[in-house]
């Protein structure tokens, strides 16, 4: 009798890089709300409530978190990136 593993799990090997969700945003976003109830007061209630709306609005964006990481940091660095450091560039020595 054969399987049919499409049908009967729902669940596929291309699917293991999708993003973790957590209530409709990035499982991230948990952390803070751990933050949130291992110290309630109100600075970390709105620590939280910033992230989550820090994660909705990149996801309306249609960014998932490491692409936005990798995007701002990319704007940090700027346009002109060197692929070797100044100082592992090799110097030209003249022996003769």
Do not use: C, Q
């Not at 992230?51 to 940091?73: H, N, P, Q, S, Y």
């Amino acid at each position: 009798m054969a399987v049919d593993y499409e049908t009967e799990m729902d669940y596929h090997w291309r699917n293991t890089m999708k993003p973790v969700r957590f209530f409709m945003v990035d499982a991230r976003a948990a952390a803070f709300l751990m933050v949130f109830i291992l110290h309630m007061r109100f600075w970390t209630f709105g620590l939280f409530i910033a992230v989550m709306m820090f994660f909705w609005f990149l996801e309306k964006k249609g960014l998932v978190f490491d692409a936005a990481i990798r995007g701002f940091r990319s704007w940090i660095l700027g346009r002109k990136r060197p692929a070797w450091l100044w100082i592992r560039k090799r110097k030209f020595h003249d022996y003769g």
